[in-house]
């Protein structure tokens, strides 16, 4: 092992804050300033989206390309807000309005396929060291979107950096019709069940996972659940095949962002020695959401309302939860369905639940200052950021058993309440079981001594990105020295 610095190229299609959809983005902003302090630059390849040229004015211009599938491009280099970039900045691909996947109709891009091949393709020739300003020493590629990168070097250079593919979420693999083969000048040869292939389309998560020297998710709970039929997405029978290199590294958050202590978007700070401001917090939060004053079990819910996330089944079991007194806010926006499910839950219990339909930074940083507990009833959750900054907050997380959700929060059962280690509630994602969690948590909230002690053990939990930035540097450094041997 050495001291000297590993150059790691991250290949993402969102970061914080410049631009984001979901948990990506927040991993993106803050990982690789944690990756510093383990001895590791990062440098962090991304489309040049319009917020994201904005954010670079100063960026300077280090390689130019008269044509990326379709029109002149050129790599902006520069840094901003403590993150070192390598910026595409392509016009034809990247320069319009709307979301990073979607057009404004909500609908897919239809040239999603050129728009992430061309991130995977300058990715792949950053590593093949074609650009002087940066050689990386690792290629770190995230979800499907860099997925690319790893079959460009494969088929077209002898030699380039280690490879990693971290899945943020199974869900989402980038399938496209075989006949973008020749439009994303992949050789025919990597259209093989080792290469690009997946049932007769080009998979780029697939890709990824087939080629890369490591594959990484988010939670170690999660890298298990992939491997069966049941959370595999058709792609359980490779991970299988490739367990000596799939391990999961669980997420952390960013501590300049979300403590209580300074958040600049809360109505009182606290910390874990001072918890009694919280209560501040929640007047201020039921004032503003119009909630009934007397004070009530507050639940909250932040969240992308999508059958992921599970929150039909929260749709299902509000009866119960209004017959316990409790109230309850949901922050979100997605499924118009679900949107409409709570909009009309709120409507006719006016003062017990209430609703914001929508993206709203400042509301979920109150949300999680003022709520009691924090619902997160996820059918899967590769990692979940919420929980993290519910347990820094004293928010008792109520989450479901799967994924980084069973990895993160320490179930109140009457043995860990008894020993003074709880942090959270867990259930098995079934409407049943949701609303058993809800009684749960109700009995908790009656005694406050105990529901106390579960607070200072939540706002104890180290949940930043300390502990998963030093097992990254390890993989990184294991990988180089397997180069070596
Ligand atoms: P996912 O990426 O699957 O949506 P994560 O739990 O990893 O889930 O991350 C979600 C991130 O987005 C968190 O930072 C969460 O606070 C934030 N978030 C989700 N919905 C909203 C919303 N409606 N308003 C504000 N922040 C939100
Ligand atoms: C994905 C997952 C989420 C995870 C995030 C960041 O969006 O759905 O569980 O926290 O990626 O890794």
């Known amino acids: 092992m050495t001291a000297s610095q590993i150059n790691v190229l991250f290949v993402v299609s969102e970061v914080y804050p410049f631009i984001k959809t979901g948990g990506l983005a927040d991993v993106a902003g803050a990982l690789p300033q944690a990756l510093l302090a383990e001895g590791v630059r990062v440098v962090t390849l991304t489309p040049g989206y319009p917020s994201v040229i904005d954010a670079l004015p100063a960026g300077e211009t280090i390689h130019e390309f008269p044509d990326l599938f379709g029109g002149p491009a050129r790599l902006i280099h520069g840094q901003a807000k403590g993150l070192e970039l390598i910026v595409i900045d392509a016009p034809h691909l990247y320069r319009r309005h709307g979301g990073p996947y979607h057009g404004p109709d909500g609908k897919d891009w239809a040239d999603n396929a050129l728009r992430f091949g061309a991130l995977s393709l300058m990715a792949a020739r950053i590593g093949g060291g074609e650009i002087a300003a940066f050689k990386p020493d690792v290629l770190h590629a995230h979800d499907w979107q860099g997925g690319l990168a790893a079959a460009y070097l494969r088929y077209g250079y002898e030699h380039g950096p280690r490879t990693v593919i971290t899945v943020h979420n199974l869900a989402f693999q980038g399938l496209f019709p075989s006949s973008f083969m020749h439009l994303l000048k992949l050789p025919p040869e990597s259209y093989s069940i080792e290469g690009v292939e997946f049932?007769?389309?080009?998979?780029?998560?697939?890709?990824?996972?087939?080629?890369?020297?490591?594959?990484?998710?988010?939670?170690p709970t999660y890298a298990a659940e992939?491997?069966?039929?049941?959370?595999?997405?058709?792609?359980?029978?490779?991970?299988r095949v490739r367990t000596e290199r799939l391990t999961g590294i669980l997420n952390g958050i960013d501590y300049n962002v979300w403590n209580p202590a300074t958040d600049p978007l809360i109505a009182a700070n606290f910390d874990a020695r001072r918890i009694a401001p919280r209560i501040a917090n929640k007047a201020v939060l039921k004032e503003k959401m119009k909630l009934e004053t007397a004070d009530k079990l507050l639940f909250g819910v932040i969240s992308r309302l999508t059958?992921?996330?599970?929150?039909?089944?929260?749709?299902?079991?509000?009866?119960t939860l209004l017959a316990t007194g409790a109230q309850l806010i949901v922050l979100g926006t997605g499924e118009r369905a679900l949107e409409r499910?709570?909009?009309?839950?709120?409507r006719i219990h006016e003062g017990r639940i209430s609703c914001v339909i929508g993206y709203d930074e400042e509301l979920a940083h109150l949300i999680q200052a003022g709520a009691d507990a924090l619902l997160m009833p996820s059918r899967f959750e590769p990692c979940g950021l919420p929980q993290l900054c519910a347990l820094r907050y004293g928010t008792l997380p109520i989450v479901s058993r799967v994924g980084g959700l069973a990895d993160t929060v320490i179930d109140c059962n009457e043995m860990a309440v008894a020993e003074g280690f709880g942090t959270g509630v867990q259930f098995t994602p079934t409407v049943?079981?949701?609303?058993?969690?809800?009684?749960?948590?109700?009995?908790?909230?009656?005694?406050?001594?105990?529901?106390?002690?579960?607070q200072r053990n939540a706002m104890a939990a180290d949940v930043s990105w300390r502990r998963p930035a030093r097992h990254y540097a390890e993989l990184y450094r294991e990988l180089l020295a397997e180069r070596r041997r």
């Open 199 to 219: 049932h007769g389309e080009i998979g780029f998560l697939k890709a990824a996972l087939a080629l890369s020297d490591r594959i990484t998710t988010v939670s």
């Open 307 to 319: 059958w992921q996330k599970g929150l039909d089944m929260l749709v299902a079991v509000l009866p």
């Open 226 to 239: 992939i491997r069966t039929p049941e959370f595999g997405m058709g792609l359980d029978g490779l991970l």
């Open 341 to 346: 499910g709570f909009m009309d839950a709120a």
């Open 432 to 454: 049943g079981m949701l609303e058993a969690a809800i009684l749960r948590t109700t009995a908790l909230w009656r005694n406050q001594r105990v529901w106390r002690r579960a």
